[in-house]
Structures are given as C-alpha cells and as structure tokens.
C-alpha cells in the first residue's frame, strides 16, 4: 500500500504561505529528515527533563566565568571529555527543541543535613546560566510560556527539581519553589523520602509503601499551588496511589516501559492504562539501561518503548523525556540533543504515526498536562495553604533529629 504524509513547511517571512512537501512510505532518509524538522517547525518540542545543571557543579562547582551554553561544548574541555555531556544551545537548537526542563538535582546523601541549600543553589545556577544567554533561552513559568518562546524562536527553559527529598517535608518549601519557578517536582529519587517509598531496593525500608498520609497531603499542596508531579523515580506502589490521589494530571519524566526492560524504575503495564484515567504522560527515557536492560541499545530500542506507552495508554499520554546529561550510554542515533529530528525521521516509516499523534509525541502532550494542572490551580485558588507538619512517627530516627520536634514550643530555645 502506498503511504503518504503531508507536511506544512513554513517559509519564514511576511506575507509567506504553507507549502505541502508530500513523504512517500518509500521516501529516502532525507526526505523524511527534511519533513521532521518541518513538523518540528509547526509543532513545539518538548523535553521533559536534562541534568546538565548538576554536570554545572560537578565540573566547575557553579562557577560560570569560563561557562556559556551558547557555546559549542562539544569542542570544549571538560565537556568535550566527559560521557554525561549532551547539551548546548547550538545542539538544542539543531534538534529544534522548542522547550527544555532543566532539573534540579541533589543527591539523596544531604536528605536531613544541607538539602535545601543545594537545592537553592542548583536553581541559582540554572536562572544564572540562562541568563548569559538571553538572545536564545529564557526562563519560562507557564504552559503559554512556552508557546510564545516558541513563536519568538528561542528555547523555552523550565525547571524541575529532582528528588523529593529536596522539599525537607516541609510545605513552605513545596511553595517557595513554585514561586521560584520551578514546575515539578520528582517526588522520589533513589532514596526514600519520609513520605514516600522509591523505586530502589537495597536500601533502608521505607516508612510506609507507597504513599503516608503526609506524602498524600503533599500531593495534595502541589495541586493547589500548580506544580506537576512527577513520579519518575518512585515506587510502583508510589506511583498508584499518586495516580489515584492527584486532582491533576501526573508526569513520568524520564521512564520506559517495564514490559520491555524489567526493572524497578520503569513503569508497569497497569500503571500505564490508568493514565487515561488520570490524563497523565510518560516522557520516554533515552539510557540504554532502561531501555534494554544493557549497555548497548538504538534509536529503534526508543521507538518500541515509545510504541508501548502508546498501546498500552494511549497516544494522548506520551511525550520525550530524554535525560541528557544525566546518562552515560545513549542510543545509536541520538546520541545527543542534536538528534530528536533523527527519531521523527524514523517514526514517519510507521503509517501508524499521522503527523498531529507525531505532533503530540513531540510536545502537545505535555502542554495539554501542564495547562491542565494550571486549571486545577485556578480550580482550588480559594483553598488554604496547607500547615502540615509530617509527623513525629514518620520521621527516621537514625538520621539526625532535625525535624523531631512537632513544634516551636517544643523545641529547646
């Protein structure tokens, strides 16, 4: 059967008109490159999730004298050395990526001692580092954001912090960092939080599993003051109860399918046909760990995980959540951000894919979550901040007693 795909190029100018470029089933590579990145030029693309702000400190320790992500870094030392680096705008804006989370990440070791610090820290640096580089990024804080970024034609950057145990269980804290303009929040990474049970083993049991109460409530403090939540890292248990429990849409941020690559952090089959339910969206990672279970893995690899969310959810609830700069072994083909053009390439080969479900895989699923969670916001504007504090019982007495008093009166003065 012969195939065919139409895609609206438009030509930049005043007074310019679309013009139809027809992609046959059998068309050369070329050709089907040239219509991905005309539907990328139609259509924003949106990448749920880049650690470069950690490779920030962990290579120059925040110090941006001699930093500028406009610069080609792929040619510059230590970046150029380094297995972890993906990232620059030249690269972002060769793979037309129209928005970039950026997260922000601590390690779980400062869980109870500096975590907040950090955590201030790596939002410093992510506001600083966009900042050198005005005429091409920005920092934006909203879905429509990230539509007018996309118009003007500079990347559209966002944040989302990375581990929940970043929030120190504190309610004030889940507040400040939407004030601060992050977006998201992972609610675990590869520690338990207090009130909430990850998707590692060989640690130390959690609290509860799953969810408690506290963590419930916190859930519950993000839907009202508009942050997504993310359950990239938690529990299958965590994730279930997040999905059942949250007024708004849920992200996966950087997960696979687990039908695929049996572990722990990619997400079950079950899992995936409740996002219907909820209006969720699972932003497929590009590690060759999640997706082969090995170390070797291609662009295919990221199409079949792609296709199972797909079939087991929905088109309507999956999106790309890469994980650049957080990964050491990338799939043949994308081997950096320059690269998601390859990946449309290769997906208009399936007649299965029209170009509006392209169109959706790229970035009108995740802007469909995010403007939902900005209603929801707007939907509980009248509710009270939540003044929570987690319980005594919920807090691990072999870490230092921060949080042990339950309040002011009872701590000493």
Known sequence: MYWCVVVMVVVSGCGSSPLPVRVSAHASHQERLQAARALLNESPLIDGHNDMAWNVRMFLHNKLHSFNLSSDLSQEKPWMNSP????????????????????????????????????????????????????????VRSSAGILEEFGRGRVASLMGVEGGHGLASSMGVVRALYDLGVRYVTLTHKCHTPWAECSESGRPPPNTRGLTPYGQEIIREMNRVGLMVDVAHASARTARDVVASSRAPVIFSHSAARALCDIERNVPDDILSSLAVNEGIVMVSFYNDFLTCGEAASIKDVIGHINHVRTMAGVDYVGLGAGFDGINRTPTGLEDVSKYPELFAELLKDPSWSLQDLKKLAGLNLLRVFRRVEQVREELALEKPSEDIIPIHDIDTRWPCRYKFASLEDAPT
């Not at 680096?85 to 400062?110: I, K, M, N």
Request: glycine share 4%; net charge negative; hydrophobic share 40%.
């Open 84 to 139: 972890f680096s993906h990232t620059d705008l030249p690269r972002l804006r060769q793979g037309q990526v129209a928005a970039q989370f950026w997260s922000v990440y601590v390690p779980c070791e400062s869980q109870y001692l500096n975590t907040v610090q950090l955590l201030l820290e790596q939002i410093d640096v992510v506001k600083r580092m966009l900042a050198a580089s005005p005429g091409e990024t920005t920092l």
